[in-house]
């Protein structure tokens, strides 16, 4: 059973950053970050392959969010900057296994999922 243990949340004001981390307990080719609003549906926040071929961010977080990987420790990063009200909600981490470089995509069926983890972010 894959395992994906995240931490990191808390709560910070608008402006601040923090650092999302999400260990693995297996090897992964394709690493992603979602994150869920009160009332929304789910939206992918990034997601990269290990490769190193492709990260892709979503519109709302590009140029404040970047994703990272420490190789050996087996686990991946979301650092968060210049955070806003609106990125408030649940955040999870999410891997899974893909074929090639190109399938790792936010669409991408992710089979493996953290717990979640919550992140405010106050005015």
């Known amino acids: 059973q894959v395992q994906l243990v995240e931490s990191g949340g808390g709560s910070v004001q608008t402006g601040g950053s923090l650092t999302l981390s999400c260990v693995l307990s297996?090897?992964?080719?394709?690493l992603a970050w979602f994150r869920q609003a009160p009332g929304k549906e789910r939206e992918g926040v990034a997601a990269?392959?290990?490769?190193?071929?492709?990260?892709t961010y979503a519109d709302s977080v590009k140029g404040r969010f970047t994703v990272s990987r420490d190789r050996v420790k087996n686990t991946m990063f979301l650092q968060m900057n210049s955070l806003k009200p609106e990125d408030t909600g649940m955040y999870y981490c999410?891997?899974?296994?893909?074929?090639?470089?190109?399938?790792?995509?936010?669409?991408?069926?992710?089979?493996?999922w953290g717990q979640g983890m919550q992140v405010t972010v106050s005015s």
């Open positions: 297996s090897n992964m080719n394709c």
């Open positions: 999410a891997a899974t296994r893909i074929s090639t470089w190109y399938l790792c995509k936010l669409t991408t069926d992710f089979n493996y």
């Open positions: 990269f392959d290990t490769s190193g071929f492709r990260t």
